[in-house]
């Protein structure tokens, strides 16, 4: 079979971390006789730089022309007073495509443990639970504007929350609940904000179709802290926009590194996009440092959500997994035992064990 791919590289890092997924899909055709073929679709920093948009419509219609789109990261400090940012791009692109489904999973490699700054006994147990992030709607695409308020000019950011909206993310959850412990806690904020109310009140009505799954709620300054103090309690967290941006940056720390979490967005339609939960990185951008293990895995998430190519995927996951057990690790994890690996080489271990 042959894969169409978009790929946006994206500004910082993005073009080291999605040269090295390329790769890792190439090993994959390879072995599997597959053909991919990946088509540029520059966004953010790059594309304003070159085209004076975040997001042209050209990219857009190269992403929908697509079977699945694989991004790096945008955005940079270079365009932090341009008019437009590069992160309209990531946010357009999201809404282009109607992917209103995020999914994060979270797992501790147990090699990595001492990656992980919490303690033993609170991670002994592992960590394995997933973070469902509503990925279209809320604050970050409410309206939004500049007014005159009582402390002077003032700034507002609207949450709001649509009940179509709150029952399709909670659907995709109950079904991955299903599929996986039959536990979801929804994370909301139901004490203080009418957005949240109605988010609960929908996530217990479609509670009723998913019998099987108990259903649990949880304010998200607690569940902030109760990921901490017992992350192994986990399984399913689905969350809106904004919670989910914030608690998934947490949840990475858990585990060790924001370089080692991928995620899928999708919709109802194709193609669905996948990417590294983290950013462009400009601190070490270029320095071939980055770790590539993100978006490689967001590329395994591809082969199996995308393409439906499960022995694929658990080959990708697996090569990971080998890599990291057999002592494999970049900067971000080596710590003070192990020789940091750059990003090619972390890469080229990875692909041997494909
Ligand atoms: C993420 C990122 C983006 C987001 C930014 C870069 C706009 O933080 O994917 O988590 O907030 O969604
Ligand atoms: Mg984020």
Redesign the pocket.
């Known amino acids: 079979m042959n894969y169409k791919i978009a790929v946006v590289e994206g500004d910082g890092v993005g073009p080291e971390i999605v040269a090295a997924a390329k790769d890792v899909l190439a090993a994959v055709g390879k072995r599997f006789k597959h053909t991919f073929t990946f088509a540029d679709a520059p966004m953010g920093g790059c594309a304003i730089d070159k085209f004076g948009e975040p997001l042209p419509q050209s990219s857009v219609d190269t992403a929908k022309a697509s079977d699945s789109v694989l991004l790096g990261a945008?955005?940079g400090p270079k365009w932090d007073y341009a008019p437009k940012r590069p992160?309209e791009a990531?946010?357009g692109i999201r809404k282009a495509l109607g992917l209103f489904a995020n999914l994060r999973p979270v797992k501790l490699y147990k090699e990595l443990a001492d990656a992980s700054p919490l303690a033993e006994r609170v991670r002994e147990n592992g960590i394995d639970f997933v973070i469902v992030r509503e990925?279209t709607g809320g604050i970050?695409f409410g309206e939004k504007g500049y007014r005159n308020g009582a402390y002077g000019r003032e700034a507002y950011d609207v949450e709001a929350y649509g009940e179509i909206e709150i029952e399709r993310i909670a659907r995709t959850a109950f079904e991955l609940a299903e599929k996986r412990n039959k536990r979801l806690l929804s994370v909301d904020k139901a004490n203080v904000l009418l957005s949240s109310k109605l988010w609960r009140k929908v996530v217990h009505d479609v509670a009723e179709d998913y019998p099987t799954v108990v259903l649990d709620d949880m304010y998200v300054d607690n569940a902030a802290m109760q990921l901490i103090r017992r992350p192994s309690d986990f399984d399913v967290v689905l969350t809106s926009?904004m919670f989910g941006?914030i608690l998934?940056?947490l949840a990475s720390a858990l585990v060790g590194s924001i370089g080692l979490m991928p995620?899928a967005s999708f919709g109802v339609a194709n193609p669905a996009l996948f990417?590294p939960?983290h950013?462009s990185a400009p601190d070490i951008a270029g320095t071939g440092t980055v770790n590539p293990v993100a978006t490689i895995m967001s590329a395994a998430m591809m082969l199996r959500l995308s393409f439906n190519l499960n022995a694929e995927a658990a080959a990708v996951e697996n090569a990971v997994a080998k890599a990291i057990s057999d002592g494999c690790r970049t900067k971000d994890v080596a710590g003070k035992t192990h020789t940091p690996l750059s990003t090619e080489q972390m890469t080229r271990e990875i692909i041997a064990r494909i």
Do not use: F
Request: no cysteine; hydrophobic share 35%; glycine share 14%.
């Open positions: 945008v955005g992160e990531l946010l990925l970050y926009n941006d998934s940056d995620s990417e939960i950013g």
